[in-house]
């Protein structure tokens, strides 16, 4: 019986339901294992960057030279804001500005290189804004503002680095603590007197604020010497970005009878209205630059 039930059970390999199947319903399909794909390029001519566009009020800033479309370059404009602790305090009698730092939240997300090694060095430059950003208004990548000649930033040389906590001097404890990551961004100090010395006028309302400080633009534009598959696009949390300024301002000691020094740091808000704004040069990039220039749509023909 066990034989017979195994002869029986044993069939000939076969497609599953085809015996099963009326001849007139069968599929006929056909297979390859090469398809020809054609493509072509168009540019678009921008794209919505503000904050009305884009979650989270995410900003990018970076170069990268990308191996098939060339240079590509990411800045942005932001205004600034005071807090509430801010405007319900003086910066003291006679300030004086001991630094400003521009910290910049990493969001943790970026585009470029991913060979693994340390990221190339960039070059950021920072300046104070010349043209208002208007909350009524859309902004797109490809729109810029004027912006004042004098770079805040001068120059400062950076590694972009997501994955790394930074110390940061503890003013009650005066030891280093370590935060979360961050691009800090030392700015010129004759900036943070400025605002120290408005506190009277321009600094003591928020909107009056608003319109002198106008806003800064962080760009790096000047950055240079970076090899194909170099550099990174970093994307940042642009509504928990700071601008940091530490000062020290004289007060009356205990008995009232001498000054002395106190160190202190406020936080400005970077917001609460801001845009990206991006460049890209396909000079290096034969196809592409041939392709954009083609108006009668050149196509292309790749095997996979």
């Not at 196809?287 to 108006?295: F, G, N, P, R, V």
């Given at each position: 019986?066990?034989?017979?039930?195994?002869?029986?059970?044993?069939?000939?390999?076969?497609?599953i339901?085809?015996?099963?199947?009326?001849?007139?319903?069968?599929?006929?399909?056909?297979?390859?294992d090469?398809?020809?794909?054609?493509?072509?390029?168009?540019?678009?001519?921008?794209i919505?960057?503000?904050q009305?566009?884009?979650?989270?009020?995410i900003?990018?800033?970076?170069?990268?030279?990308?191996?098939?479309?060339?240079?590509?370059?990411?800045?942005?404009?932001?205004?600034?804001?005071?807090?509430?602790?801010?405007?319900?305090?003086?910066?003291?009698?006679?300030?004086?500005?001991?630094?400003?730092?521009?910290?910049?939240?990493?969001?943790?997300?970026?585009?470029g290189?991913?060979?693994?090694?340390?990221?190339?060095?960039?070059?950021?430059?920072?300046?104070?804004?010349?043209?208002?950003?208007?909350?009524?208004?859309?902004?797109?990548?490809?729109?810029?503002?004027?912006?004042?000649?004098?770079?805040?930033?001068?120059?400062?040389?950076?590694?972009?680095?997501?994955?790394?906590?930074?110390?940061?001097?503890?003013?009650?404890?005066?030891?280093?603590?370590?935060?979360?990551?961050?691009?800090?961004?030392?700015?010129?100090?004759?900036?943070?007197?400025?605002?120290?010395?408005?506190?009277?006028?321009?600094?003591?309302?928020?909107?009056?604020?608003?319109?002198?400080?106008?806003?800064?633009?962080?760009?790096?534009?000047?950055?240079?010497?970076?090899?194909?598959?170099?550099?990174?696009?970093?994307?940042?949390?642009?509504?928990?970005?700071?601008?940091?300024?530490?000062?020290?301002y004289?007060t009356?000691?205990?008995?009232?009878?001498?000054?002395?020094?106190?160190?202190?740091?406020?936080?400005?808000?970077?917001?609460?209205?801001?845009?990206?704004?991006?460049?890209?040069?396909y000079?290096?990039?034969p196809?592409?630059?041939?392709?954009?220039?083609?108006?009668?749509?050149?196509?292309?023909e790749?095997?996979?």
């Open positions: 019986l066990l034989a017979i039930t195994l002869l029986v059970g044993c069939d000939k390999a076969g497609d339901g085809l015996n099963v199947q009326p001849a007139n319903d069968l599929l006929h399909v056909l297979w390859t090469t398809t020809q794909i054609r493509t072509a390029l168009f540019k678009e001519d921008s919505r960057t503000d009305g566009e884009v979650p989270n009020g900003v990018m800033l970076g170069k990268y030279i990308d191996p098939v479309f060339g240079e590509a370059d990411a800045s942005f404009y932001t205004k600034l804001s005071m807090p509430s602790q801010i405007l319900a305090n003086s910066f003291g009698t006679n300030p004086v500005c001991d630094s400003v730092v521009l910290s910049l939240d990493f969001y943790g997300t970026y585009y290189e991913t060979s693994g090694r340390r990221p190339t060095i960039q070059k950021v430059n920072v300046y104070q804004m010349e043209d208002d950003i208007s909350s009524a208004s859309y902004y797109y990548s490809n729109q810029s503002l004027r912006v004042n000649s004098v770079d805040l930033a001068q120059g400062h040389i950076y590694y972009p680095s997501f994955g790394d906590s930074v110390p940061v001097l503890n003013l009650q404890t005066m030891h280093a603590m370590n935060v979360k990551p961050q691009m800090r961004i030392p700015l010129q100090t004759m900036f943070g007197q400025m605002l120290l010395n408005n506190q009277g006028t321009n600094v003591s309302d928020n909107t009056v604020f608003e319109s002198f400080v106008k806003g800064l633009y962080v760009t790096t534009t000047n950055t240079t010497g970076l090899g194909t598959m170099e550099g990174r696009i970093n994307m940042f949390r642009g509504a928990s970005s700071t601008l940091n300024l530490y000062y020290n004289h009356r000691n205990y008995n009232n009878t001498a000054d002395s020094t106190v160190r202190a740091v406020y936080y400005f808000n970077a917001g609460p209205y801001r845009f990206s704004h991006f460049n890209h040069d000079s290096n990039s196809l592409i630059t041939q392709q954009l220039a083609d108006t009668t749509t050149q196509w292309t790749n095997y996979v």
